[in-house]
């Protein structure tokens, strides 16, 4: 499969016609003529994904029309990305086809297959997991900057990478069990329904990936079990709760703050925690950019349709987020 977006390996010629498509197509007119009905929404445009079996919009397009994200099935990225989801095929295929101007409609999404039962494997990998203090997860959060006391929804355990050809962390670690973080994901009604590995070295930094055709953006971070509505809690309900989109920010949130921060398990999964009746406002701790203020807009529309009071809070300029603000703050390095 071709690359999208590696500029190294490219020929030159492809790397231009490739960033002639990204100046020339935006998202937003490619979707529109692609049968996608865009509805505007302050800055953004949304609509019903193309991509998933969606009922309500959760398709949003964004950062002046250049990049898309769905809420429901957690698709993103630029006009390529768009195209390849859509109608598969390679850049090139791609690059001809919005040349050609000859775009048909979006074959319809596959309606949503039962999802596989992870629940047995999530409680048995809690089950066996350790107490955080003492071991690399817990190393790794000092490193991130974050000092205060642990609290007992992050554990430790000795995990495998994902299996999936071509991941990239288990193309740059093998596959054996590596330390990992684990935190556990509560449903609405304060069960376990998922678990949120971060995978990290002995001495508490960041496991090693390397990016291969199949993955092309390796992470060491991974959600398993249904996440869907769930949060990573770190403290209990109240009147008002804080959420945000990554552990590490949530935990300098929640120490900075010193009240209760609500973490969504997995980009694009903030608008999708569902609060027990007894949290009545939400401030969205957002990320400071594109992508960060279109996911608190989204969020902040949700919260607000089931009536909830909502602030939007992003770190102070120029901190991408609330760990690197207290990472910088105190003079930390990653
Ligand atoms: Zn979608």
């Not at 193309?50 to 950062?63: E, K, L, Q, R």
């Not at 804080?242 to 900075?256: H, P, R, Y």
């Amino acid at each position: 499969m071709t690359r999208y977006n590696s500029g190294t390996s490219l020929p030159p010629e492809l790397r231009t016609a490739i960033d002639r498509i990204r100046k020339d197509f935006s998202v937003a007119s490619v979707a529109r003529t692609a049968g996608v009905k865009l509805v505007r929404t302050g800055n953004e445009w949304k609509a019903c994904c193309p991509f998933h079996d969606d009922g309500t919009p959760s398709f949003y397009i964004y950062a002046n029309e250049r990049r898309f994200v769905c809420y429901g099935c957690g698709a993103e990225g630029d006009v390529l990305d768009f195209m390849r989801r859509a109608y598969g095929g390679s850049v090139v295929d791609a690059i001809r086809a919005l040349d050609g101007g000859e775009l048909g409609p979006i074959a319809a999404p596959e309606p949503e297959q039962p999802r596989k039962d992870w629940s047995k494997l999530v409680a048995r990998i809690w089950g066996d997991s350790q107490p955080i203090a003492g071991t690399p997860a817990a190393l790794y959060l000092r490193n991130r900057g974050i000092d205060m006391d642990l609290p007992d929804c992050l554990r430790f355990a000795r995990l495998v990478p994902p299996k999936t050809p071509g991941n990239g962390l288990l193309a740059a670690n093998g596959p054996n069990p590596l330390p990992a973080l684990v935190a556990a994901v509560t449903g609405p009604d304060g069960s376990l329904v998922a678990i949120q590995r971060t995978y990290v070295t002995e001495d508490g930094r960041k496991a090693a990936v390397i990016a291969t055709e199949q993955d092309r953006k390796p992470k060491v971070k991974y959600s398993l079990g249904n996440v869907r509505g769930g949060a990573i809690r770190l403290g209990p309900a109240a009147a008002s709760i804080t959420v945000c989109e990554g552990l590490e920010d949530g935990l300098s949130l929640a120490e900075g703050l010193g009240r209760p921060v609500w973490v969504g398990a997995g980009t694009s999964m903030l608008p999708a925690i569902t609060f027990p009746e007894a949290v009545r406002s939400v401030v969205i701790g957002a990320d400071n950019d594109d992508a960060g203020r279109v996911a608190a807009n989204a969020a902040a529309e949700a919260y607000v349709a089931r009536g909830l009071s909502v602030r939007v809070s992003p770190p102070p300029a120029p901190h991408k987020d609330w760990n690197a603000f207290v990472m910088a703050t105190r003079g930390v390095t990653a």
